[in-house]
């Protein structure tokens, strides 16, 4: 008979539980490894904004226990995971009360406000060696998983508003192209947008958001730099979320960290870029 491993314990720590990220980890952690659960939690604001539901109501429900602090959750759990993803200027102090106990840590998405935040929050894992990492559930699509051809430029097209989701634009992008990303320039106004990550080496990428529920899901354009080579067009589906929690899980489990600190810390910096340059459409912005 198969030995059983121990249940390792998950601890999350968010600025209010009972929203989409906190609501759905907890099922696919159990579906792709019973092993790991979720355990404990603790939450900065006691009622979630998006539906009501209390942190007591959300322990209650998905069979974490309450902690009274943060520091309780890391002591208590063998792995954390800061949540946060739509109040990551949360996330710096959060950091400094989760890194000290020193176990392995995800952060969510998005993982800072700006790079400066980005490089602290790195900088404070490497002091108390945290293995850490924070990403987009979109870099880890099927589609996404084996390419490794160089690209001359690559375009990034679906729906979604700069405030929310540029994150999964610029993402891909730096997936397939890499971070060594120069600037960034709005080539439109409006709620369309169409911005243009420069590279350093004279390559382009380029993220297309359309502010429409009607338009398409993630669809992405690779350019082989060989010439001789036929543009890619890939559609983006699947359960990509579920790959994004097993690279979480196989972290947890000794693997090493599965995304650069650089290509994160770049992410944010196209990002606080992008904002900028949408005010001024045409003007190139250095990231």
Known sequence: MAEMKATRKIGFIDYYLSEWHANNYPAWIRELDPSFEVAYAWAEVEVSPVDGVTTDEWCAKFGAARCATIEEVCEKADFLIVLSPDNPERHLDYAKRVFPCGKPCYMDKTFAPDAKTAKEIFALAERYGVKLFSSSALRFADELREWQEPL????????????????????????????????????????????????????????????????P???????????????????????????????????????????????????????????????????????
């Open 152 to 215: 001359r430029s690559v375009t990034v097209s679906g729906a979604g508003r700069l405030d929310n989701y540029l994150i999964h634009f610029v993402e891909i992008a730096v997936r397939l192209m890499g971070a060594d990303v120069r600037s960034v320039m709005a080539l439109s106004g409006g709620r369309n947008t169409v911005l243009a990550m420069k590279y350093r080496d004279g390559r382009v990428a380029n993220l297309c958001l359309y502010d429409s529920r009607h338009a």
């Open 217 to 287: 899901g993630f669809e992405v354009s690779p350019e082989s730099a060989d010439p001789a080579k036929r543009l890619d067009y890939i559609r983006i589906g699947g359960d990509f979320f579920k790959r994004l929690i097993a690279a979480i899980l196989s972290m947890f489990d000794g693997a090493e960290v599965p995304v650069k600190s650089e290509e994160t810390v770049t992410v944010i910096g196209v990002m606080e870029a992008a904002r900028r340059a949408a005010a001024s459409p045409w003007v190139e912005v250095e990231v």
